[in-house]
């Protein structure tokens, strides 16, 4: 057993009667990081345990999805920690290039100005200084909730070692051809003025119309019929394509139509693009404004026509319509399509809008010269990879998904219109035009000599550092001790919504540039849903501010809320009662520890002069409770471990919760209480030194879980070990394990716990003593016989007999029945018997009028019908409570009247 001083025990007298977390938690961390607890340098001769986290955008706040993502991870990092594991955990944010930019610049809108007029440099300068100023906001609110990153390796996806990797990355990819430059359509926002990758493009179901419109041929008596939901983009249609395979339109492929109110003529093409069962089966093709019609286009050699530009608005090559915005220049050609007899019909129809992640603005495809990087050589050892098993998908799932988007992956446009980001390192030489890719900024071309350089002036996709953030972050492209030791880190914890974005991308980025994966182990957590099932989001006036319930109910009830049967990969509904339950928790915690300490008076253990552990209380001092705790706290040590190897984290939570609430809080304490108030020394001091084990372990492994109640006890309990965070973790020890003593306290719990149902069901008031008759036969009669006084200080009994049979029951008595015994209490003068029948005859004829009543409802037609599903489930379960009602008081009648 292990052995405690006092120290700390002289504070004990100022133990608040309530835990009031603010009063704590904050001095509690400066604590930590005064006492550089978060950090610790490279140890060759321990364990690695890394983790990178997530970088948020310097531009947010921290919202329930982080405090969700941040919890799980600290959970982990504090885990290992304990274990004596080698912990990192390397914090940072990302620069977020799209939406710093718009924050900004709509700060620059109040002073009326724009970034044009600020220039390019200068406007950089500003977004410096505003993440100067509002940059730390996210570190300040990790803090909060406990994140005990290690702070001095906090990161920036800006900073100077890691734009030099997005260098190095770029020039590396480059001069193997996996980075080029060409027109190409791509995903373009109006409002950010940037172009998107296919991940950044939300889409949304919205009401729309399909638009029938003849397309005349020649000779102006025959047509050929096409449906399309964007009406003014016919302005730059350069054909129609048909199925090949359509026996419609065999005998008109290689014809030509003519292009409504542009007049022109425009092939009709076969392509097995065209879907027969669309509309009419033949189509309109835009290769300058829509995805696969550019596709087409390339197939066929047709024409680009560009009739709309960056700003959504309609350009010279729209005719008469130029400088419209697009969707008034809908209804324009709509009415004009009408007035010249071209539009057959329109129907009502919805259908999937593209939206900018950042701005919802709708989003335009459009033609543009942009940079790309091949992802179908770099996705191929990605896939291979996972299917070798070097990555864990937990849970396995969303192993399928991954594969599935790595084996259909397209090329990733990388760059972005924007100023602030990773500007792309390519130069052009205005003299003689050639193209210079470098890590390092040229000062003369290499081609010409000439000093006549412009630089791209495109910036990099956010994603693109954040590619390489699980290296990046540990010093590469040096060749850092950090590398050698802690790469790859261990685990990475995320959301679903962001596998695509992120987590295969870093895979890719790892095994081209560290030859290896970036991480053993994916744990993918669900989204925080509202009540109401919707996703948490403030513009939706879904959210709920993680730091106001910080204020409210401190870190560790939010974090308890969060964690409590959190199931990876599913999304947890957040209601108010979790709050509720998780302080209700904290609390029943910081009532038991108080109790116990305040119960260590004159508690003390020697420490022996040798290294060798002693013993100092010997089991034969034990009874069955004390063997029973010890035996219970040491599975409790096994499960909790197996479950966070599993990353079961909310099912440790849960084995946590109901050991601590249930055995520890309800039971043991109960029991412990007539010997810590005894005047036998010996006897006081093994309950003190049981119940301070059994606390001190249990402390120990719900520190992951809430690290400030857990602490601000822990120093006010008797220990050797510093801070609760590098303390010891508890192991499971197979000499403590007792399935003997938790098999008989099982049985006296079953045998209090019947005996108080008795109480409750006959309304006997709990000051009153009973008596009790208990048949059970041989081991359990004996060990109830052994335990005759703990059963009844904890049920109330003035007397308890054990007997292995009766011939008759008691008069008057009420049974119940538990595994191995069956329980009679007598109730002559404990209650009114007459009354008491009286009371249970009207209860009963009660319950029979509302079990008619739900039978009558789950018989109507009209209700089963018109009701929604969870009234009529609701109801259902109204009527099995009652008949389960209606069977308990007849029994009790049968009981009495007999």
């Not at 006036?541 to 964690?563: H, K, M, N, Q, S």
């Not at 008797?718 to 099982?746: C, F, L, R, V």
Request: hydrophobic share 35%.
């Amino acid at each position: 057993m292990e052995n405690p001083t006092e120290t700390g025990l002289e504070k004990s007298e100022d133990m608040p009667t309530v835990y009031t977390p603010l009063e704590f938690e904050e001095n509690t961390y400066k604590k930590w990081v005064s006492a550089g607890l978060f950090h610790q340098e490279v140890d060759p001769f321990r364990k690695p345990f890394c983790i990178v986290i997530p970088p948020p955008n310097i531009t947010g706040a921290l919202h329930i999805g982080h405090a969700l993502d941040n919890t799980l991870q600290d959970i982990l990092i504090r885990w290992h920690r304990m274990l004596g594991h080698n912990t990192i955990w390397i914090p940072g944010t990302d620069h977020a290039g799209i939406a710093t930019q718009v924050k900004v610049e709509a700060s620059l809108q109040e002073e009326g100005l724009t970034r044009h007029d600020l220039g390019r440099e200068e406007f950089i300068k500003r977004v410096w200084d505003w993440k100067q100023k509002y940059g730390g906001a996210i570190r300040d609110q990790l803090e909060k909730l406990g994140a005990s990153c290690d702070w001095d390796r906090e990161r920036f996806t800006m900073d100077e070692g890691l734009s030099k990797a997005v260098r190095r990355v770029f020039v590396s990819l480059y001069k193997k051809g996996l980075i080029y430059r060409g027109a190409y359509i791509v995903n373009w926002c109006p409002r950010c003025h940037t172009s998107l990758s296919d991940l950044e493009v939300e889409h949304e179901e919205r009401k729309g119309a399909l638009y029938y419109i003849n397309y005349p041929f020649p000779d102006r008596e025959n047509y050929v019929q096409i449906a399309t939901t964007r009406p003014e983009t016919m302005l730059g249609d350069t054909a129609i394509a048909v199925n090949p395979n359509d026996k419609r339109y065999r005998d008109i492929i290689g014809k030509y139509v003519i292009l409504p109110i542009v007049n022109k003529k425009i092939p009709v093409i076969a392509d097995e693009w065209a879907d027969p069962e669309f509309g009419t089966g033949a189509v309109k093709v835009t290769p300058a404004h829509d995805q696969n019609d550019f596709q087409i286009g390339l197939r066929h050699s047709l024409p680009l026509v560009r009739v709309i530009d960056e700003d959504g608005r309609m350009t010279k090559e729209a005719g008469k319509y130029e400088g419209l915005d697009r969707y008034k220049c809908r209804e324009e050609v709509v009415f004009e399509l009408q007035r010249l007899g071209y539009l057959a019909k329109i129907e009502e129809r919805t259908h999937s809008v593209g939206h900018c992640q950042r701005c919802h603005t709708s989003v335009e495809p459009l033609v543009s010269k942009q940079w790309f990087v091949k992802m179908k050589p770099l996705a191929e050892p990605a896939i291979k990879a996972v299917k070798e098993g070097k990555i864990k998908f937990v849970p396995d799932r969303f192993r399928k998904i991954y594969l599935n988007w790595m084996e259909n992956v397209h090329d990733w446009c990388i760059s972005r219109q924007l100023w602030w980001g990773h500007r792309i390192p390519v130069w052009y030489c205005e003299d003689c035009g050639e193209t210079i890719v470098s890590s390092n900024t040229p000062h003369k071309c290499t081609k010409c000599g000439g000093g006549s350089l412009v630089q791209d002036p495109d910036v990099l996709d956010t994603w693109f550092s954040s590619a390489l953030w699980p290296f990046s972050t540990m010093g590469w492209p040096e060749e850092t001790c950090e590398l050698k030791h802690f790469y790859p880190t261990s685990v990475l914890v995320t959301a679903y919504d962001i596998i695509f974005f992120w987590v295969a991308r870093m895979i890719v980025m790892g095994l081209e540039f560290m030859d290896d994966v970036p991480f053993s182990d994916v744990l993918i957590h669900g989204l925080v849903r509202a009540s109401s099932g919707k996703k948490m989001s403030k513009s939706l006036g879904t959210g709920i501010d993680p730091l106001e319930i910080i204020d409210e109910y401190g870190a560790d009830v939010l974090r308890f809320a969060l964690i409590m049967g959190n199931t990876p990969g599913n999304d947890i509904t957040f209601r108010e009662e979790r709050l509720e339950a998780s302080r209700n928790f904290t609390n029943k915690l910081w009532n038991a520890s108080r109790f116990t300490i305040m119960n260590l008076r004159g508690f003390q253990l020697d420490i022996p002069a040798s290294n060798q552990s002693l013993n100092s209380v010997e089991d034969s001092d034990l009874i069955l409770a004390d063997k029973w705790i010890r035996s219970r706290i040491n599975k409790i040590c096994k499960e909790v471990s197996m479950h966070l190897e599993d990353y079961e984290i909310g099912e440790a939570a849960r084995t946590l919760y109901n050991f601590t609430w249930n055995e520890f809080c309800d039971w043991y304490i109960e029991i412990v209480k007539e010997r810590l108030y005894s005047e036998d020394i010996k006897a006081r001091g093994c309950a003190q030194y049981v119940l301070w084990e059994t606390l001190g372990k249990l402390l120990r492994l719900l520190h992951p879980f809430l690290p400030f109640i857990t602490e601000v006890v822990w120093d006010l309990l008797p220990h050797t070990e510093g801070s609760i965070m590098i303390s010891q973790w508890p192991e499971y020890k197979s000499d403590i394990n007792n399935p003997g003593a938790e098999k008989a306290m099982n049985l006296l719990m079953e045998t209090i716990g019947g005996i108080r149902n008795i109480r409750s069901e006959m309304s006997i008031p709990p000051h009153k003593k009973i008596k009790a008759v208990i048949v059970a036969e041989d081991t359990i009669g004996e060990i109830l016989r052994d335990n005759n006084t703990l059963v009844s200080v904890l049920s109330g009994l003035s007397d308890m007999v054990v007997r292995e049979h009766l011939d008759m029951p008691p008069e008057k008595a009420v049974s119940q029945i538990v595994p191995g015994a069956e329980i009679y209490v007598p109730l002559v003068g404990i209650i009114d018997l007459d009354a008491e029948i009286q009371k249970l005859e009207k209860d009963l004829i009660s319950t029979q009028d509302m079990i008619l009543r739900s039978q009558k409802k789950l018989c109507n037609k009209g209700f089963l019908e018109k009701a929604k599903k969870e009234i009529i489930e609701k109801e259902k379960g109204r009527l099995a409570d009652s008949r389960e009602k209606e069977a308990r008081l007849q029994k009790r009648l049968s009981e009495l009247r007999e």
